[in-house]
T-cell receptor, first 114, second 115 residues
């Protein structure tokens, strides 16, 4: 049982390039999340999808777009990458959107933008 | 902006000692307080969680103490082991109002347990 799978694990981009980070979960969870983790900043929510067909902004959505492709997959797109978007990106899923449900995280995508 | 303030930023504890990490929150609507453990190169994993209707929850060597009136909660790791060396994040969430359904994380505490 893989849980939450993120691809790629590492990526280096040049400023202005675009890319899509992929996330898939096999736990039949309804809610999915994208976070970024920066040193000394904890995890900050970028976007989330409470259920298939819905997406909402989190704390730091600027410069990102998301697509909930189906119940399993939730992608994060950087249209024009900037050095400030250098970070580790984590995808997470949760059975339901309600607060007392644990979130399950993938192992992250380490993204460097030069 | 909802905040969860976590301290200390880093902690060094001798093997067998007690590790204590503290968090404070502002939003009284928070109703779920989980702690996550993260090893290098891995994603965070849920360690233990508490609801505000109890003052303490214990799972093995890990205990959450919760003080609703002070809006504070803490993680205690008893008999700390080198394998506990990781970064720990407190978090909080609510089902109502601004930021509902979202986890708000503290900035993390890097714990090192030395032999």
């Amino acid at each position: 049982n893989a849980g939450v799978t993120q691809t790629p694990k590492f990526q280096v981009l040049k400023t202005g390039q675009s890319m899509t980070l992929q996330c898939a979960q096999d736990m039949n969870h309804n809610s999915m999340y994208w976070y970024r983790q920066d040193p000394g900043m904890g995890l900050r929510l970028i976007y989330y999808s409470a259920s298939e067909g819905t997406t909402d902004k989190g704390e730091v959505p600027n410069g990102y777009n998301v697509s909930r492709l189906n119940k399993r997959e939730f992608s994060l797109r950087l249209e024009s990458a900037a050095p400030s978007q250098t970070s580790v990106y984590f995808c997470a899923s949760r059975q339901q959107v309600f607060s007392n449900q644990p979130q399950h995280f993938g192992d992250g995508t380490r993204l460097s933008i030069l | 902006q909802q905040q969860v303030k976590q301290s200390p930023q880093s902690l060094i504890v001798q093997k067998g000692g007690i590790s204590i990490i503290n968090c404070a929150y502002e939003n009284t609507a928070f109703d779920y307080f989980p702690w996550y453990q993260q090893f290098p190169g891995k994603g965070p994993a849920l360690l233990i969680a508490i609801r505000p209707d109890v003052s303490e929850k214990k799972e093995g060597r890990f205990t959450i103490s919760f003080n609703k009136s002070a809006k504070q909660f803490s993680l205690h790791i008893m008999d700390s082991q080198p394998g506990d060396s990781a970064t720990y994040f407190c978090a909080a969430s609510t089902n109502s109002g601004a930021g509902s359904y979202q986890l708000t994380f503290g900035k993390g505490t890097k714990l090192s347990v030395i032999p």
